[in-house]
């Protein structure tokens, strides 16, 4: 239980934004919890509420389930905690909890942005957690170490992602920075992009928005790669404390030989190390260990398979996070809401993707990063 004293701070305010993303960023949090992303996400379906007791933060978003469920009280990549003694996450929990339940929550699903280990889950069930039958966010990823100088990051690189971006280089594709104003032609490119490799996308006015909080605030980018005139892939990436994340990617089915995939994320990873950036997360591969993904990839493509092979090339670091836990605040529901994932688990791919949509509005992107 968490002490009698403990002060909660609720951040409600637009112009509390600053405080709450300097808080963010002194812990060493993710931009999964920053004030510009709770704003995207409640521009399109969710609620948003911020909350720090004790020197821990967690920005909880909301969203309605279909059937009576209730609500889904969801935190990406947080709270942020201590989490080698988690001292202050019972007092967190207390506090936040009548605020979620009064929201219709029928459980608390965080996915903290720490590495997979058993002594973090021993504590996670030991404060009433256990392991949540529905992951939102790829629980493995590669994270580029960018502290070097970029000739030493490209050394780093297999050798044929190194050729592959010099030869884009050599054939004259060029990379730029994209404005409001590219954002249609980009979203054409994310269309193409999942018709051709079968994921699901947000509405262009979604990636509008992204562009609007991100950018102008110096906490994101657009970059586009074009050929003689025409734009053959684009890339969103967004930077906040020590990490930049490649966040969306697409690409057209023109000119694929002159690799501008490959020179678009070097472009990134150079605009990362600009913005102060420490590491480059490519953000989502298949669950399994390196030697299984080493073994595999060349013939697998389904799932986040499809991108393994193009995102091992760039020298990163296979992390596994603890991935997502669940506080139950209604059993009754909860059993449910588990037998609907499972269910949705089931179906075929395309059916699989449309239930997750209507589940929670939490589909996932195959290609670049997901759509959450």
């Not at 004293?5 to 920053?34: V, Y």
């Not at 928005?209 to 969103?236: I, S």
């Not at 070097?266 to 102060?276: F, H, I």
């Not at 799932?303 to 760039?314: D, E, P, Q, S, T």
Request: aromatic letters at 10%; one cysteine or more; charged letters at 20%.
């Amino acid at each position: 239980m968490g002490t009698m004293n403990s002060t909660m701070q609720r951040f409600d305010r637009p112009e509390q934004q600053p405080a709450w993303d300097q808080l963010i960023k002194a812990a060493g949090g993710h931009i999964l919890q920053s004030w510009a992303w709770g704003e995207l996400k409640a521009r399109f379906g969710w609620r948003v509420q911020r909350f720090a007791v004790d020197g821990a933060c967690a920005q909880v978003l909301y969203r309605r389930l279909p059937a009576g469920l209730g609500t889904l009280a969801y935190l990406p990549k947080g709270p942020l905690v201590d989490y080698d003694n988690l001292s202050s996450f019972p007092a967190l929990l207390d506090s936040i909890r009548p605020a979620v339940q009064q929201q219709g929550a029928l459980c608390l699903k965080i996915e903290p942005d720490q590495e997979d280990a058993s002594s973090l889950a021993e504590r996670l069930q030991a404060h009433g957690f256990r392991p949540s039958p529905q992951a939102i966010q790829p629980r493995r990823t590669l994270l580029v170490d960018l502290d070097a100088k970029p000739e030493v990051l490209l050394e780093r690189m297999k050798q044929k992602t190194r050729y592959n971006i010099r030869l884009a280089e050599r054939k004259g594709v060029t990379v730029r920075h994209g404005d409001e104003a590219d954002l249609p032609a980009f979203y054409h490119l994310m269309a193409v992009t999942a018709q051709r490799d079968g994921f699901g996308i947000h509405t262009q006015a979604y990636y509008e928005t992204a562009h609007r909080l991100f950018v102008p605030a110096g906490q994101g980018c657009l970059l586009l790669a074009e050929y003689e005139g025409r734009l053959l892939a684009g890339l969103a990436a967004f930077a906040f404390g020590d990490v930049a994340c490649y966040m969306y990617g697409a690409s057209s089915d023109e000119h694929r030989e002159l690799m501008p995939t490959y020179l678009l994320q070097w472009e990134a990873m150079l605009w990362a190390k600009v913005q102060g950036c420490h590491v480059y997360d490519l953000w989502g591969v298949p669950d399994e260990d390196e030697g299984t993904l080493e073994a595999g990839f060349t013939q697998r493509s389904d799932g986040l398979w499809g991108v393994y092979r193009f995102k091992r090339g760039f020298g990163g670091r296979l992390v596994r996070t603890i991935g997502a836990w669940d506080l139950i605040y209604s059993p009754l529901r909860y059993r449910l809401y588990s037998m609907a994932v499972a269910l949705q688990t089931s179906l075929p791919r395309a059916s699989r993707q449309h239930a997750a949509r209507s589940l929670a509005g939490l589909g996932a992107n195959r290609g670049a990063p997901a759509c959450f």
